[in-house]
Structure formats: structure tokens, C-alpha cells
């Protein structure tokens, strides 16, 4: 058995890219330590980091249990080229619907426990305006550079 974070970052992992899922791009989840996205042929596919935030909660409940809270950081980034307000639409459409997803999904792991989420988001960077360029022709503006998007959701866990 893995640290409860670790256990909660690898079952977000593996439902997030449950073929179930269908969601409206094609991207691959990983857990990593620290979000990290390089040079232009990683990110020309959307990618999508799955981090433990190194800050945890833990209250003592009693002599054998405590409540924590452990927060996980879904990070996005795919390198624009050229890419139209629709297409920039699309990726945030998507951001959403993973959003709502895991602000609400109960996750239980198997020989550690129940990780509930808190229903809020500690932190939400729908989008890095400093990374992205706009330029335009005559009847259409283009978005080049890359589209960076996080959020930050924090799960309770119930040590017994």
C-alpha cells in the first residue's frame, strides 16, 4: 500500500482515462510529483498532469483515527498553433466537464479508504493569458503559444 495521496492521485489517473469516460478530446492522464510540461513536441498533444499538492490538513479525530485532506492539481496544456476562438472554446468546454466530474466524484480505494472531495475548488487557472499570442487577418482571429489551465480540488480521507 502506497501514502493515501498517492493511492487517491492513481485512482483519479485511472478513472480519468477510462475509456468510459468519453471526453470531447483525446488526452492521456499521468500522476507526477510536480507539473512539468516541455518544449513543443510533448505539448503538441493535449496532456494532462495529475499532482498532489504538498500541503495536507490532518486532525487527530481520537486515539485511532483522523480526518485529512489531501488536494489534487489537474494541470492541461497543449501548444496552440494558430487555433480559433472555437477551438479555444472547445478546450475550456472540456476543462469544465472534467471540473464538474471530480468536484463531485467519491473515489474508494480498495484496503485504504473513502476519499471524499469538498465540493470546492481551492484554486482554478482557467487559462495562462501570458502564454498565448493573438494575431489576426481579415476575418479571423488566431491564438498561438500554449493553453494552460489548473485546478485545484481538495478530497477528505478518513484515517481508522
Known sequence: MASPVVELGDAIVTDINATARNWSMYFRAERVWKPLWIGKEQLSDLQCLIAPWPIAEIEQRD????????????GFAKRLDAKTRSEM???????DTVLQRYLKQVFVVANVGQFIPLQRVDEYVMWDPMQASVSRDDTHTYYSGDFLSL????????RT
Open 63 to 74: 486515539r485511532t483515527s483522523s480526518q485529512e485532506t489531501y488536494s489534487i492539481d489537474f
Open 89 to 95: 472554446d472547445d478546450l475550456q468546454l472540456l476543462i
Open 151 to 158: 485546478f485545484r480540488i481538495p478530497y477528505r480521507f478518513l
